[in-house]
Structure formats: C-alpha cells, structure tokens
C-alpha cells in the first residue's frame, strides 16, 4: 500500500518537473558527522566496513540529494526520490525504525519567495484534501534577530551557532544580559595534547576582553522572547511581528521577507487565514534549516510532511560555493492511511 | 532456581562475597579459584552465576539471571531505557565510583561546560577536526552532553588506559570513572565543575522479565 501511494507522490512531483534521482542507502559517516555532531549516532544506523570505515544506513536523502547538485551545479534544477530511510529510536521505542520518504527539492536562484511558495503551495495541494494542518516557520527571524544585537559578532556568532539548540541558545542570551566575572584560574600543569599554551592564552586574552563588554540591553534580549511566543494564524502572526519589528527596526528586513512569502503563498492559491504561524516551529528538529520552515500534521498531531529552505546545508557540504535550496519530503505511509480513510468514508 | 548475577573478578566480586556473607548467605567459587562455577551457602533454591560486571545488564534485561550486581553505569550504559528491563533492590555502599568529564589542567581558560563548548567551537575551526572525547561510556557521555547542547565535539572509544590519551594526543578530553582523582591527577587531568556525568555504586538489581518468586532471597536483602 505504501509503496502504491509513494509512487501516486513521486508522479505528483515528477509532474511539476522534477528529475528522479537514486541515493545509496549506506552513506560515508564522517559527512553526516561532521554536519550534525555527535547526536546523529543516537538517531542514525551506525554500521562498519573494513575498507571504507564507518557508514551509516542513510536518515534522509538531503544530504546525498545535495552533493550530488553540488557537483553538478546546473540551475534550476527540480529532483524527486523515494525509498526507505531508517532511524535508530534510542528512546523511544514506538516510532518506526525504517520508513519511506518521498521528497522534493528545488534548487533555484529566482526571487526567494516565488520558489518558496511554489513548493509549499504543491506540498499544499496534496495534503490539506487527505485533512492535515499546514504551519509555518521562519528561522531566518530568529538570525536577523541575532544580527540586530548591539554586540560584537564573536557573541552573534556564539549564538547563531546554538540557533537550533533553544535550550543552550537561551542559556547563552541568559550570560550576555549580565556583567561577565571573570573566573578565577585553576591550577595548571605541565602541557600536554593538541590543544597549544597559545590556545589556552589566547582564549583568556579573549575572556578579559569580553569581561569589559556592556550586557545586552534587556530591549534587546525581550526581542526573543516576544518573536518566539508567536504562534497563531498566519495574518495575526504578520502583525504581531510588524509590532516587534517597529521596537526593532533590525527585523524589518526578514519581516518584510516573510510578508512576500505570505504573499506569493495566497497568489498561488492557498487560503492563508488557515495557515498558523509559529516562530519557534522547527527550531530543535531542522538543523540547518535557514529561513522559510514548514510542517504538515495529520489529524492526531502526527507530522507527515516537513520542509522549508536550508542554504545553510548547502554551504556546510558545498566547501565554500553554496545552492539556494528549498525542499521537503512526505511519509507516504501516513498519507496512505489518510488516503484509505477518506476512500472508506466516501464508500 | 533463583539466578543470582555476581562480578567475576577482582575487589567487586570479594566485596560482593563479603556484603552477602553479612547477610549470611555465604557466596564462593566452586573448585579452584580460576574456576567460574559458584557454590551458594545458607540458602536454598539459588544459583550463583559469574559473570562479567558489563554482561550483568543484558544477562537481566533478557531474564536469564534473576538477580545480578553491577555498577549503576553499566546499567545505564548498557541498556536503553533500562527501567523497563531492570529495577534497583538495594545500594550495596561498595563501588562508588563517579562517571565524569575531564580536560587537562594546563587548560587553565576552561573550567566548565561552558568553556568546554567555547573551546570546541575554536579548536575546530583552529584544528580542522571536531574536539575528541576518549570514552568507553558512549550512551552517557552522548546524553549528558546533548542535555546540556554541547557542539563540534566527538567521541572516540577508549577501553582502556583512558586517562593516558590526552598526552598521547589521541584525544582532547576524556569521560572515564573515578573514585579518588588520583589517576586523574597522575595524568594531568581535571575534572569539569559541572562535569559529573553520572554516580555509581555497586547496586542488587532485579530483572523484569525473568520468571520466578525472587521474594525470599529480596527480603534478606534489605
């Protein structure tokens, strides 16, 4: 059943133009890695060759899907793929460990909003009839955010960095409000490892310098607090943020992306007073994810559906050169179940 | 029969014997002293497996031992989700040894998490490789570290001699059980104020999945 629904999905996108593409199952280890940390050991297959080392059974298709753009570098370029992906569950053993994906990812350099809107209006289509929900995201609010701080960019650096860890990135806002003490120094020893004496000297240069910085002004650091409690319909989440970025002119810019987004959505065709909006949404499961972000849940909350753009990603793998990248995969084992109750209540 | 778990070797195994002896059931090898076949004295209806204190958890969690004594690490280590498979009875107040993060002491810039993630972040930029911590205790230094956000760090397995591979350069950090410090100190290392990953002590559990009335040997247990 599921693999009749992937199929009706991979012809849905293959109608809109995209190219199929395959990607191996076992993926080197080092790439995935090196991209999402440690972490990924507790969601990923981890399994060994005695030639090639360290491989992982693939946990999505991003990463290969984009390495092989990157090597290829023709753009636009539409690709669509399905198969299997498999994630260890380390705790809770009642999600699937292996489930299909079909996916959609557009690489386009047109204007932003038009490519974002054209990929969630198709997303769009097919699942609001199978009666999921559609919300919307902007990580790309929370990083203008950041840039528009009053402080030196080794600390908006510091912060971009935990963007997609809430609890370590409120921890960091939490240090920058007070005045930093320095702390006392431990013992020392005798030098050993890789890490040099000029390391450890220059980080306490660096520490004292960044005794001296004024804390964040708390105008500044409410800014998060206000931008990350919205959640609501679309039109009401414009406003509100309309509001904050009035207190914060740094948020202009990102607002008035979004406003285009929103607009090219209701061009395309989607009734945008029935899309929710929430700052916070894919902030802890869409690393890299940059700007745009969106989900779709079925009836009882589960998600079946996700996406949004992730030039980050592009860069990290792309050594420097980067694709403007907007995409996003459905579980057509879900959507196949919608599919089916929707059939037994017309029968 | 009622299968009870000990440590096979070493001072976990004598303080085991001793803790039980107190109790006045009497635990011994069979035969000769290189012998793994047990003998159980001043109760009945019990058989005294020995095992290895790390294949304890699993030998619990798949009910082939009634009881067992091991560490709390092993036990979290070990076995996901472990309080489906395993319940503690009794802390014995043996074995106390605590799971913690070490950096070496000449890194004078980094006394917490905190730093240790400032540090990481650099070193890698600086290094071109992720910041390594030397561990044989992936699952806990793994779910410490994702608790508190930790980034740009790896680990890399070390099953022994931990404390040695900061000066052989092989890691930067390591996450390794301790009781006095000493090793630690010997080495050159120095615990994280906020490092402590896990404390453990030798510790009766009770499996959750193996068939059988464990009453009577519990309730001399307490």
């Known amino acids: ?347 | 029969m009622i299968k009870l778990g000990v440590p096979s070797k070493g001072r976990l195994m004598g303080d085991t014997f001793t803790w039980f002896g107190k109790r006045g059931i009497t635990l011994s090898k069979a035969g000769s002293d290189r012998e793994y076949v047990g003998r159980v004295d001043g109760i009945d209806g019990v058989e005294l497996v020995l095992l290895s204190a790390g294949e304890i958890p699993r030998e619990l969690a798949a009910g082939r031992i009634h009881l067992g004594v091991t560490g709390t690490d092993m036990v979290h280590e070990k076995l996901s989700l472990w309080d489906r498979h395993v319940a503690p009875v009794v802390e014995m107040g043996f074995g106390n040894a605590d799971l913690i993060l070490a950096v070496p002491a000449c890194w004078t810039d980094c006394t917490t998490l905190h730093d240790l993630d400032a540090v990481a972040a650099r070193f890698r930029r600086d290094h071109g490789h992720r910041l390594r911590i030397a561990t044989k205790y992936h699952r806990l230094t793994r779910a410490f570290l994702r608790e508190f956000g930790l980034a740009d760090y790896q680990l890399v397995d070390s099953q022994g001699a931990t404390e040695g591979v900061v000066k052989n350069e092989t890691a930067e950090a390591i996450a390794d059980i301790t009781s006095t410090g000493a090793t630690l100190r010997a080495n050159h290392l120095r615990i994280l104020d906020d490092g402590l990953i896990l404390q453990s002590q030798a510790t009766v559990w009770r499996s959750l999945t193996a068939q059988g009335d464990v009453s009577e040997l519990v309730d001399r247990l307490g």
């Open chain 1, 1 to 347: 059943m599921s693999q009749a629904e992937a199929d009706r999905l991979l012809a849905i996108f293959l109608d809109s133009g995209a190219q199929r593409v395959e990607a191996d199952i076992l993926q080197p280890a080092d790439t995935l890695l090196d991209l999402y940390g440690e972490d990924i050991r507790g969601r990923a297959y981890v399994t060994h060759d005695p030639l090639r080392g360290e491989m992982m059974l693939r946990p999505d298709f991003t990463v290969p899907v984009v390495q092989r753009h990157m090597a290829e570098r023709a753009e636009p370029a539409q690709y669509t793929y399905a198969g299997p992906v498999f994630r260890a569950q380390e705790d809770d053993t009642g999600r699937p460990t292996e489930y299909m994906q079909v996916g959609f990812e557009v690489f386009d350099r047109a204007a932003p909003a038009g490519v974002e809107a054209r990929v969630f209006a198709l997303f769009h289509s097919i699942l609001t009839p199978l009666g999921c929900t559609a919300s919307l995201g902007d990580i790309g609010l929370v990083l203008a955010a950041i840039d528009g701080l009053s402080t030196t960019d080794a600390r908006k650096a510091a912060l971009k960095r935990h963007v997609w860890r809430p609890h370590r990135f409120a921890d960091l806002l939490g240090r920058f409000s007070q005045p930093l003490k320095l702390p006392s120094k431990p013992l020392g020893g005798p030098h050993i490892g890789v890490r040099s004496g000029r390391d450890v000297a220059a980080r306490h240069a660096m520490l004292e310098e960044e005794a001296k910085l004024p804390p964040l002004a708390a105008g500044e650091v409410e800014v998060f607090d206000r931008l990350l409690a919205i959640n609501g319909a679309v039109p009401d989440a414009l406003d509100e943020l309309g509001l904050i970025a009035n207190d914060f002119p740094a948020l202009g810019a990102a607002v008035g992306k979004l406003s285009d987004r929103v607009a090219a959505i209701e061009a395309a065709g989607v009734d945008i007073a029935r899309l929710k909006f929430a700052a916070a949404f894919g902030l802890t499961s869409m690393e890299y994810y940059d700007g745009f972000v969106f989900g779709f849940a079925q009836p009882n909350g589960d998600t079946v559906a996700s996406g949004g753009r992730y030039d980050a990603l592009t860069r990290v793998l792309g050594q420097g050169q980067d694709a403007p990248a907007v995409g996003g995969v459905i579980r057509p084992e879900l959507t196949a179940a919608l599919v089916a109750a929707l059939a037994g209540d017309a029968a």
